[in-house]
């Protein structure tokens, strides 16, 4: 679906009045919710219906930190969203909570929004594992970078719960001991870290 807006924010993606919510569900029915009177706004759009991947202008979610911006990007339906810019904030809190977030050129974004707008129904394919944004029916092949922690954790479908989870032996251990954590050692005796 192409979002052809720049510098869309946190509160544009999900206005504050949602953020009284204590559930991480039903956030994607105030997505974009001040934007949707508009019977010409992209998600109104019939045509888009089921999309899955968000293409979308520069600067993309700037602003606030608003973790309910990803839960109502996702509980809408994307699991991707592709721009030349996104809000720093916005990055962190989508690789955590499993939302693929890929950076291309700018005139890459705008000839995949053209590609998706000439023929919405067109496969758009992202490959996390091989780092690649494809459009198969006309050949169009974009790489793209994540860090490596990103992707294993987009890979495996690992939150912090999960990375956690993931020494769950060694924690079981340590906490058979007994013994408690200390800052033993970490301050010398005039009280500055060592």
Same mark, same amino acid.
């Given at each position: 679906?192409?979002?052809?807006?720049?510098?869309?924010?946190? /509160?544009?993606?999900?206005?504050? *009045?949602? =953020?009284?919510? #204590? !559930?991480?569900?039903?956030?994607?029915?105030? +997505?974009?919710?001040?934007?949707?009177? *508009?019977?010409?706004?992209? +998600?109104? /759009?019939?045509?888009? #219906?089921?999309?899955?991947?968000?293409?979308?202008?520069?600067?993309?979610?700037?602003?606030?930190?608003?973790?309910?911006?990803?839960?109502? =990007?996702?509980?809408?339906?994307?699991?991707?969203?592709?721009?030349?810019?996104?809000?720093?904030?916005?990055?962190?809190?989508?690789?955590?909570? $499993?939302?693929?977030?890929?950076? =291309?050129?700018?005139?890459?974004? !705008?000839?995949?929004?053209?590609?998706?707008?000439?023929?919405?129904?067109? +496969?758009?394919?992202?490959?996390? !594992?091989?780092?690649?944004?494809?459009?198969?029916?006309?050949?169009?092949?974009?790489?793209?970078? =994540?860090?490596?922690?990103?992707?294993?954790? +987009?890979?495996?479908?690992?939150?912090?719960? $999960?990375?956690?989870?993931?020494?769950?032996? *060694?924690?079981? %251990?340590? !906490?058979?001991?007994?013994?408690?954590?200390?800052?033993?050692?970490?301050?010398? %005796?005039?009280?500055?870290?060592?």
């Amino acid at each position: 679906m192409p979002l052809e807006r720049s510098d869309v924010d946190t /509160d544009q993606i999900i206005p504050s *009045d949602w =953020l009284k919510r #204590v !559930e991480r569900t039903g956030f994607g029915r105030g +997505l974009f919710s001040e934007w949707r009177d *508009d019977p010409q706004f992209v +998600l109104n /759009d019939q045509r888009f #219906v089921g999309a899955t991947i968000l293409v979308a202008g520069p600067r993309f979610g700037t602003g606030s930190s608003r973790e309910h911006a990803v839960w109502a =990007l996702m509980d809408y339906g994307f699991e991707a969203v592709i721009a030349a810019s996104f809000g720093d904030i916005f990055t962190n809190n989508s690789s955590k909570q $499993g939302l693929v977030i890929i950076v =291309l050129a700018h005139p890459d974004v !705008e000839e995949l929004s053209e590609l998706v707008r000439h023929d919405p129904s067109r +496969l758009v394919v992202v490959d996390v !594992e091989r780092l690649k944004v494809e459009v198969p029916d006309v050949g169009w092949q974009r790489s793209f970078v =994540l860090d490596a922690m990103t992707r294993d954790r +987009l890979l495996n479908g690992w939150d912090d719960i $999960g990375l956690t989870l993931r020494h769950e032996a *060694d924690i079981t %251990a340590f !906490e058979s001991t007994g013994a408690s954590p200390t800052l033993e050692g970490l301050f010398d %005796a005039a009280g500055h870290v060592s």
